[in-house]
Antibody, heavy 120, light 110 residues
Framework: EVQLLESGGGLVQPGGSLRLSCAGS????????MGWVRQAPGKGLEWVSV????????YSADSVKGRFIISRDNSKNTVYLQMNSLTAEDTALYYC?????????????WGQGSLVTVSS | QSALTQPASVSGSPGQSITISCTGT?????????VCWFQQHPGKAPQLIIY???ERPSGVSNRFSGSKSGNTASLTISGLQAEDEADYYC??????????FGTGTEVTVL
């Protein structure tokens, strides 16, 4: 059974940093693209970032480019999202998701999310 | 990258068919074979119900079907059931090597 378990969310002050982690199990982790999608309270889904199966390539939305860094450790079956210079607009539930390679990052399994709240 | 445009809400009676539109541009929906749809129940994570424009993942009801014409993708739910009441999001790969989601549609079963 595929499982994605996010951790690392919490309350952070504006301008602060936070690192989210997502541990995957039940599938060959190093064969899949991994990514992050967020959802602000009461709002829609927003694509954040993806990283290739090998970790060599990554892409991010303009809204987080230069502030968020996605990475992965295939030896630990874990993907990370380092979030810097956080603002109130980054407050959201952050979902980790997996996607088959070469299929345009269509996420087929999602975690339950990790809540990030940016507030003073 | 602007969000794809979906109707805010769509409703139908049990047994009816409804269609949700998803309008983008030639830089996303119009040029991508990688359009997908997600269903999200309140408090739950999104679930993939359509990928590659019209393919259904294993286990997804054949009452869900997808299509695309030009810059607009569509999701049709036939034989509407109470359990279909949820939010639905389309998503497309873009020519900028990013993905974009739709604005979301709330489906109500009357």
């Amino acid at each position: 059974e595929v499982q994605l378990l996010e951790s690392g969310g919490g309350l952070v002050q504006p301008g602060g940093s936070l690192r989210l982690s997502c541990a995957g199990s039940g599938f060959p982790f190093d064969n899949y693209v991994m990514g992050w999608v967020r959802q602000a309270p009461g709002k829609g889904l927003e694509w954040v970032s993806v990283i290739s199966a090998s970790g060599v390539l990554s892409y991010s939305a303009d809204s987080v480019k230069g502030r968020f860094i996605i990475s992965r450790d295939n030896s630990k079956n874990t993907v990370y999202l380092q979030m810097n210079s956080l603002t109130a607009e980054d407050t959201a539930l952050y979902y980790c998701a997996k996607a088959p390679q070469n299929r345009g990052w269509q996420f087929d399994y999602w975690g339950q999310g990790s809540l990030v709240t940016v507030s003073s | 990258q602007s969000a794809l445009t979906q109707p805010a809400s769509v409703s139908g009676s049990p047994g009816q068919s409804i269609t949700i539109s998803c309008t983008g541009t030639s830089s996303d929906v119009g040029s991508s074979d990688f359009v997908c749809w997600f269903q999200q129940h309140p408090g739950k994570a999104p679930q993939l119900i359509i990928y590659d424009v019209s393919e259904r993942p294993s286990g997804v009801s054949n009452r869900f079907s997808g299509s695309k014409s030009g810059n607009t993708a569509s999701l049709t739910i036939s034989g509407l059931q109470a359990e279909d009441e949820a939010d639905y999001y389309c998503s497309s790969y873009t020519t900028s090597n990013t993905r974009v989601f739709g604005t979301g549609t709330e489906v109500t079963v009357l």
